[in-house]
C-alpha cells in the first residue's frame, strides 16, 4: 500500500539553530514529493517539491529538502530555523501521471527563542 | 494567501443531516481536489473534479458527492452526516497541465464542520 510517514510528532529546536523534519515514503514507480505547511485556523501553503534533477531542492522562506532515492526519503531542513517556522508539516508524495496526492500525518514543529 | 476561498468558515449540523461546502478555485486552475482533515492527522483525499466530472476518488463512501461547475468552482455534499464527518474540508486547485504545475495545489482555508 503507499504510504507517507513522518516518523515524529513533533521537532522542538532553538531560534538560530539548523532543522530536520524527517519523512519516507512507500510508493511504486517514481513519485513528485512535496513540503507544504499549515498555520493556525489556516489551508495548506505549498514549500517545495521534487520532482526529477538535484537530490537538493530549494523551497520558500529558506527551506530545502534532501531526496534519497535509496532511502526513499525526502527530508525537510533549514541551516537557521526561526520563531516565525512555528508550524505543522506535511510531506506528501503524488504518482506521475496520477490524481491521488497522499499526505503524512503531520509533524508540529517548534522554534523556541 | 492563495486565490482558493471556501465557505462557509464553520458549520455546525446534526448527525443525520446533509451539508454543502463551496469552494472558488485559484484564477486558471481547472482541477479541484477535496480533502478531509480530521484532528490530528494528514489530509485524507476525498475525491477530485476536471471539466465538471469527478476523474479519482479515494476511500469514502458514495454519500461524499461533488459537483464541479463551468467556472471552475465547486461543492462537496455530504449526505446522512455521521459523528465521524467531524473534521477540517480542504479544497485544493491546480492546473490541468503537467509542465505547468507539477502536482503543485493551492489551498484554501477550509472548512470546519462539527457533527453532534
Request: aromatic letters at 14%.
Amino acid at each position: 500500500a503507499q504510504s507517507v510517514a513522518q516518523p515524529e510528532d513533533q521537532v522542538n529546536v532553538a531560534e538560530g539553530n539548523p532543522l530536520t523534519v524527517k519523512c519516507t515514503y512507500s510508493v511504486s514507480g517514481n513519485p513528485y514529493l512535496f513540503w507544504y505547511v499549515q498555520y493556525p485556523n489556516r489551508g495548506l501553503q505549498f514549500l517545495l517539491k521534487y520532482i526529477t534533477g538535484d537530490n537538493l531542492v530549494k523551497g520558500s522562506y529558506g527551506f530545502e529538502a534532501e531526496f534519497n532515492k535509496s532511502q526513499t526519503s525526502f527530508h525537510l531542513k533549514k541551516p537557521s530555523a526561526l520563531v516565525s517556522d512555528s508550524a505543522l508539516y506535511f510531506c506528501a508524495v503524488r504518482l506521475t501521471g496520477g490524481f491521488k496526492t497522499i499526505f503524512g500525518a503531520g509533524t508540529r514543529l517548534f522554534v523556541k527563542a | 494567501e492563495t486565490g482558493v476561498t471556501q465557505s462557509p468558515t464553520h458549520l455546525i449540523k446534526t448527525r443525520g443531516q446533509q451539508v454543502t461546502l463551496r469552494c472558488s478555485s485559484q484564477s486558471g486552475h481547472n482541477t479541484v481536489s477535496w480533502y478531509q482533515q480530521a484532528l490530528g492527522q494528514g489530509p485524507q483525499f476525498i475525491f477530485q473534479y476536471y471539466r465538471e466530472e469527478e476523474n479519482g476518488r479515494g476511500n469514502f463512501p458514495p454519500r461524499f458527492s461533488g459537483l464541479q461547475f463551468p467556472n471552475y468552482s465547486s461543492e462537496l455534499n455530504v449526505n446522512a452526516l455521521e459523528l465521524d464527518d467531524s473534521a477540517l474540508y480542504l479544497c485544493a486547485s491546480s492546473s490541468r497541465l503537467e509542465r505547468e504545475a507539477m502536482g503543485v495545489q493551492y489551498f484554501g482555508p477550509g472548512t470546519r464542520l462539527t457533527v453532534t
